[in-house]
């Protein structure tokens, strides 16, 4: 006969003295269940959080400090301002609906933050963050693909530390600035074959801007060779059928035109670009030489150590964009310091990664000695000593020594306006000085001074330019510009001065306010 079995005090219910009952333990809480921060995701957090704050604390203290302007951020206030109203968003400041301008419609997200608090901080606080989160994909794809967060923390310090990432974060707003984090992530998911992360991604990417295609294609391509055919064929053409919707559908029913920047395709445009193609190349390679391009190139790549080449093809994905940066005419756009670089920035941080990943340590023999060589930890260091050397060359850092603009919110310019700003009524129609209408932004109405009274910067008809938009002059009840301008300026004042009364001056600006019983000189 065996021994009897001593009760179990975990599975029975009756422990102690008898008939006491052990009750179930309660579940616990599921933040229980999540395991404690390591070090460099502390790190990593901390970073992107003081990243947030320092970059909107210095875009808030230009922009109070007078230094944004109509393009490219009154115009989006007032846009995003009449949708939290539900009106047309016909911005007034550039004449053109603000889905005709681009298809930016991932500023739909931002709209019910104005039903809150209206201001310029929702666009500067969401432009430092959406850049800031950048840096959280090439952390997870480094942890995954190197299997140390600490290197994996090196490679998300590359990213933001980046000329290109802080220099967009400085230059007024731009929707773009999103695509620091949704691309970053559309790369991780193809990368690690997440799919749903993948999608999502892709799908808020293409909602930045219309010619996002140029880096999603791309992206496709590399699903398509390398990770699934079906997935990567059906990004292809699903984003460039996006393009077409967005181009050829929404934006030419708002403007009349697919796009207003097909002045910037060299040679004539895309047929004459074609032609000196084929027909002289040199022409063509001259161009691509010309005017700091080269530059450009090694200014965007340089703070990676250009150890992408390593494995080059998730860096690839960035190839097409930088290409078309450099093929333009727009300055602009092969200038490190202004945004239409962001977009390069994820594919190279994600793909100098991917590349070190390719590397193993090996064994070097020295005087019949056989030493390890720690190749990953080799590139990591050299990776961060490049791009600390170039933030501090090319970068808007404390640290650097590029001088960039700070913003005093005291300056004479600033308080001066701030004292007649008070002066115009919140619905009035007005026209201001550049460096007001970011002030003035949330009203239905409102015009860069000349405009309306001469066209200039204004709507999709080129051929209005110089002309008078007589119904909308005739709507104009203030005016508000400086007390010296240049002579074009002050020419287009004095021709319409006589139906205005000024009704407040200091020694930087003054404001006018329409007589309704004068009519508009001819």
Known sequence: ??????????????????????????????????????????????????????????????????????????????????????????????????FGDHTSFVLLGLVPLYWIAPGAWIMFTAQSAAIAAGAVPVFLYGRARLGSEWFALIGAGTYLLHPAVGWTNLENFHPDSFLGVFLGFAIYGALERRWRIYAVFVVLSLLVKEDVS?????????????????????????????????????????????TRNGWRIPFGGPRGLVETTVTDPAALVRHLRGDGRPWYLVQMTAPF?????????????????????????????????????????????????????????????????????PTRGLAMSTLGVASLVAAFLWAPSPLGRTDSWYGDRDNVYAV?????????????????????????????????????????????????????????????????????????LTADWLAIADAFDEVARNEIWIVYERDPDVELPD
């Open 1 to 98: 006969m065996s021994a009897p079995t001593a009760p179990d005090p975990i599975a029975d219910e009756t422990v102690g003295a008898p008939g006491e009952t052990l009750e179930e333990a309660p579940p616990r809480p599921f933040w229980h269940r999540i395991p404690p921060p390591s070090a460099p995701q502390v790190f990593l957090a901390g970073a992107v959080i003081a990243w947030t704050w320092y970059f909107t604390a210095r875009s808030l203290d230009i922009h109070h400090a007078l230094g944004t302007s109509s393009y490219d951020s009154a115009l989006y206030d007032q846009g995003m301002w009449l949708l939290s109203r539900f009106d047309v968003p016909f911005v007034t400041l550039m004449g053109r609906n603000l």
């Open 416 to 488: 001066a306006a701030r004292e007649l700003l008070d002066r115009i009524p919140a619905d009035a129609v007005v026209s201001a000085n550049y460096r007001l209408t970011p002030h003035l932004a949330h009203r239905a109405e409102i015009y860069q001074f000349p405009v309306p009274f001469r066209v200039s910067l204004y709507g999709p008809d080129t051929s209005l330019e110089g002309s008078r938009l007589d119904e909308r002059s005739d709507r104009v009840e203030y005016v508000m510009i400086p007390v010296d301008q240049d002579a074009q």
């Open 305 to 373: 150590a250009w150890l992408f080449v390593r494995l080059p093809d998730v860096a690839m994905i960035s190839a097409l964009v930088l290409f078309t940066n450099i093929l333009s005419t727009f300055w602009y756009q092969y200038q490190i310091d202004y945004h239409y670089s962001l977009v390069a920035v994820p594919a190279l941080a994600i793909g100098t990664v991917y590349a070190i990943g390719a590397m193993s340590d090996h064994v070097m023999s020295v005087r019949g000695r056989r030493l390890p060589v």
């Open 214 to 258: 140029l880096v999603i294609v791309p992206l496709g391509i590399w699903v398509a060779l390398r990770r699934d055919r079906r997935i990567g064929l059906l990004t292809v053409f699903g984003s460039i059928a996006f393009m077409a919707v967005a181009m050829l559908l929404v934006m030419r029913s708002l403007i009349g035109v697919p």
